[in-house]
């Protein structure tokens, strides 16, 4: 898939309408991916199996449209209005660099602490690293002296899921941003073990593999912690659609209220590289200014947040996230956008401590120009406008 995009999840919009995004009636239809759909009374298994499968055929239908440039059409003028549109609907707060921050770390070989994931538009946009086990997780690679030696365990990446899909966060959608491994939701894909490792001439320095975390994500969001802060799966709704209970009995009300699974967004990226179009990158923002507009409609209180992640959280992440920032946040100047994003990277644990490496987020001059130059050209039109 590393020619192509991936976008494979499930849809809200069928039959739904949207005032504030009009484009979302007229768009093709593999742009929207689809909902899951259960039988009413089904049981939990049954409910995940139907929406891993219609995932996975949505996928391979899919799969021979997305190659190159042959990818829908969308204007940089209907995508700043659909997202001027969701920023009104949600009603942001003004930019506080001391709300970046989200706690939840993970601990190196060495012992150092180091944070998974930052907000850039606190509630709804989060930007970070790969939440599963990664090539850094071997402990070996403390004595080679990699500067990303000793990444996070299983366990604590299940813990990194429980937040990212309980109530400190609201994760609803999953954006993968790697061509090193397959779509998460693509099962031929992916090996049977779930564990994807690096080409072999890299491996010296990244021997471990990158683990599938789609399972998890689902378990998570299937599985009531009882503290409010979990995500159980609340049966089917009245069209039959797989649905998740937010919240446990710490919830206001005892049972939780019903959500649709998480969906999962891919869009390949050869690392510190950029898009390889301006119109993949456009069709790519507008699928996810749709998916919060979907979530945070569907949401009990207009919360739900969009995860943005590559490998590390900082070059292909800071990218695609800083565009979003820039769609959602209109006032800002292409100079406030790279800030943000870079403040946002500097709020996580650890960053900083490798300054030969000069930890900039996006990572290259490249990403940092392309944002740059994408900022300017969303400002003109809006001028124009």
Avoid at 272 to 294: H, I, N, Y
Wanted: with cysteine; charged share 25%.
């Amino acid at each position: 898939m590393a020619g192509g995009i991936s976008w494979v999840g499930r849809s809200a919009l069928a039959g739904r309408a949207r005032p504030s995004q009009s484009t979302l009636a007229d768009a093709p239809p593999r742009l929207l991916g689809h909902r899951s759909r259960a039988p009413a009374g089904g049981t939990l298994a049954s409910a995940r199996r139907a929406y891993t499968v219609a995932q996975a055929d949505a996928q391979r239908e899919r799969a021979a449209a997305w190659r190159g440039d042959n990818v829908p059409g969308v204007s940089l003028e209907q995508l700043a209005a659909d997202a001027s549109a969701l920023a009104r609907r949600l009603r942001l707060p003004p930019h506080d660099d001391g709300a970046l921050r989200f706690y939840s770390e993970y601990t190196r070989a060495d012992g150092s602490k180091r944070s998974w994931c930052h907000w850039l538009v606190p509630r709804v946009l989060m930007v970070g690293r790969y939440p599963h086990p990664d090539p850094t997780a071997h402990p070996d690679l403390l004595h080679r002296r990699c500067a990303s030696c000793g990444g996070p365990t299983l366990d604590e990446s299940r813990a990194h899921l429980a937040r990212l899909l309980g109530d400190g966060a609201r994760v609803r959608c999953f954006a993968s941003l790697l061509d090193e491994v397959p779509a998460q939701t693509d099962d031929a894909a992916w090996p049977a073990d779930g564990r994807c490792y690096l080409p072999q001439q890299d491996r010296e320095h990244f021997p471990a593999p990158f683990v599938r975390y789609y399972d998890a994500v689902m378990r998570a969001a299937s599985r009531a912690d009882g503290d409010g802060d979990g995500v159980g799966y609340g049966g089917a709704d009245a069209d039959g659609d797989a649905v998740a209970a937010v919240g446990g009995e710490g919830e206001k009300g005892g049972a939780g209220v019903a959500w649709p699974l998480p969906s999962f967004v891919h869009f390949p990226m050869r690392d510190c590289a950029v898009p390889w179009s301006d119109g993949a990158a456009r069709s790519l923002l507008a699928d996810l200014v749709s998916r919060l507009d979907v979530d945070t409609t569907d949401a009990p209180d207009g919360r739900a947040a969009l995860y943005v992640h590559c490998w590390s959280g900082r070059g292909r992440a800071g990218l695609i996230g800083g565009a979003l920032l820039a769609l959602l946040r209109p006032e800002l100047a292409p100079a406030q956008v790279l800030r943000i994003v870079q403040a946002g990277y500097d709020s996580r644990a650890g960053a900083g401590l490798a300054p030969a490496r000069g930890d900039r987020s996006p990572q290259t001059v490249e990403q940092r120009d392309w944002l740059e130059n994408f900022v300017m050209e969303l400002r003109e039109l809006r001028q124009v406008q």
